[in-house]
């Protein structure tokens, strides 16, 4: 039976906000204490399978010291990150191995990468 499974997901999901803005639009909105963002921006040097100037390396930057100011709390995950930010070296860093595939925009490839889960937990 499905029901209980849906009913399940309702309760956990109830309370999670979904929004469709620029990175930088949602955090100033939304950062305050007990606030949780998770980041997935595009892989390192991948951005431009997801359209050019979709994301450019200057927001990695951006992003490090938007979320070194942060009243909340993040996760962001990234297969490499290579800013010189002095912000991005006070992060918690967790480096694990993933199973990336990437399918669509006529790209059919797959790889194993490192993948960082960075976090501004102590």
């Avoid at 956990?12 to 949602?26: C, D």
């Avoid at 305050?32 to 921006?41: A, H």
Wanted: charged letters at 25%; hydrophobic letters at 40%.
């Amino acid at each position: 039976m499905i029901t209980p499974q849906l009913e399940n997901i309702h309760e956990r999901l109830a309370r999670v906000v979904t929004e469709n803005l620029p990175w930088q639009k949602l955090i100033a909105r939304y950062d305050r204490p007990g606030t949780l963002f998770y980041l997935d921006p595009p892989y390192w040097g991948n951005a431009d399978d997801y359209g050019k100037a979709f994301f450019s390396r200057e927001q990695f930057e951006e992003m490090a010291e938007v979320l070194g100011s942060l009243r909340g709390r993040f996760i962001l995950s990234l297969t490499m990150f290579k800013a010189s930010s002095k912000r991005s070296q006070s992060f918690t860093w967790r480096k694990s191995i993933a199973s990336i595939r990437l399918v669509g925009m006529d790209i059919a490839r797959s790889s194993k990468r490192w993948l960082y889960q960075v976090s501004n937990e102590r």
